[in-house]
Nanobody, 123 residues
Framework: QVQLVESGGGLVQAGGSLRLSCAASRSLFSFNAMGWYRQAPGKQRELVATITSGGSTNYADSVKGRFSISRDNAKNTVYLQMNSLKPEDTAVYYC?????????????????WGQGTQVTVSS
């Protein structure tokens, strides 16, 4: 059973920064890609950042230029650096493994999710 454990959420003022961590219980190379999703109350889940096993990254337009996803393969950990935070970034953030969907031609959630970490940005 694979475990993904997130940490690093909290309360921050608008304009501030947070770094989320997602520690996996096995090698990141066993996954095609890793991603960070977020879900705010009453809103659909949003994929905000992805990183492939080769290190290629992609971001949702809503966070492009402000968020940065990275990975430390030696620590089996994926990070999400969040800068210039806005109140609309408030959500529960989840990491998960991703698999490519040929039908949808995009990354889709895999089998493993973390427990989520709350990020709250005050105005």
């Amino acid at each position: 059973q694979v475990q993904l454990v997130e940490s690093g959420g909290g309360l921050v003022q608008a304009g501030g920064s947070l770094r989320l961590s997602c520690a996996a219980s096995r090698s990141l190379f066993s996954f095609n890609a890793m991603g960070w999703y977020r879900q705010a109350p009453g809103k659909q889940r949003e994929l905000v950042a992805t990183i492939t096993s080769g290190g290629s990254t992609n971001y949702a337009d809503s966070v492009k230029g402000r968020f940065s996803i990275s990975r430390d393969n030696a620590k089996n950990t994926v990070y999400l650096q969040m800068n210039s935070l806005k109140p609309e970034d408030t959500a529960v953030y989840y990491c998960c493994n991703l698999d490519w969907s040929d039908a949808d031609r995009r990354w889709a959630p895999g089998d493993y999710w973390g427990q989520g970490t709350q990020v709250t940005v005050s105005s």
